[in-house]
């Protein structure tokens, strides 16, 4: 059973970058059948697609994000991480890591991280 | 604004059915874009309900249901039960990105 953890700093100070780390475990990050992708929720509110990474080395962002953001994959470590620069307090949100079967053609994203809140302070 | 447009909140009594619709596009939900629906409680994660318009992951509940008709998917639950209480949200593809609706809060009353 594939499972998914995110780590990393809750607290960013604005202007500098968010840093985000997703293990994956019970399952390959080099695995040809699945993206591995990032999705966030402000509080109060719904979800937003970050984007994903795929093993081939190709990325796909969300274009209100894509001058900020990047996915990378460490195969030695089974882990995907996330870097959003030049946040502001509008990049306070849960930041959730998922594994996306998009491959097969639509998107849908099972299994899900538990979600790690990050605050960004002025 | 989401791409994909979902009622707010929704409401039933237990046992009876609910259904929720995610409304798109001829160049999206209506064309060859299958659609996913999530379940989110709070301080959740949340989880796949359905995928491909309508198919349901093993440990899914068969009171979960998944349709499309035009620009529209749905998403119906019957058989309403307490812990249905959550927030629901549709996804797919529109254009080259990856959208979920703005999300709908289904109430069991």
């Known amino acids: 059973q594939v499972q998914l953890q995110e780590s990393g700093p809750g607290l960013v100070k604005a202007s500098q970058t968010l840093s985000l780390t997703c293990t994956v475990s019970?399952?390959?990050?080099?695995?040809?059948?699945?993206?591995w992708t990032w999705i966030r929720q402000p509080a109060g509110k719904g979800l937003e697609w970050i984007g994903r990474?795929?093993?081939?080395?190709?990325?796909n962002y969300n274009p209100s994000l894509k001058s900020r953001v990047s996915i990378s994959v460490d195969t030695s470590k089974n882990q995907f991480s996330l870097k959003l620069n030049s946040v502001t307090a509008a990049d306070t949100a849960v930041y959730f890591c998922?594994?996306?079967?998009?491959?097969?053609?639509?998107?849908?994203?099972?299994?899900w991280g538990q979600g790690i809140l990050v605050t960004v302070s002025s | 604004q989401s791409a994909l447009t979902q009622p707010a909140s929704v409401s039933g009594s237990p046992g009876q059915s609910i259904t929720i619709s995610c409304t798109g596009t001829?160049?999206?939900?209506?064309?060859?874009?299958?659609v996913s629906w999530y379940q989110q409680h709070p301080g959740k994660a949340p989880k796949l309900m359905i995928y491909?318009?309508?198919k349901r992951p093993s440990g899914i509940s068969n009171r979960f249901s998944g349709s499309k008709s035009g620009n529209t998917a749905s998403l119906t639950i019957s058989g309403l039960q307490a812990e249905d209480e959550a927030d629901f949200y549709c996804?797919?593809?529109?254009?080259?990105?990856?959208?979920f609706g703005g999300g709908t809060k289904l109430t069991v009353l």
């Open positions: 996804c797919a593809y529109v254009g080259s990105v990856t959208v």
């Open positions: 998922a594994r996306d079967a998009a491959v097969a053609g639509t998107p849908w994203f099972d299994p």
């Open positions: 990474f795929f093993t081939s080395g190709s990325t």
């Open positions: 001829s160049s999206d939900v209506g064309s060859y874009n299958l």
């Open positions: 491909d318009d309508i």
């Open positions: 019970g399952g390959s990050v080099n695995s040809g059948y699945y993206y």
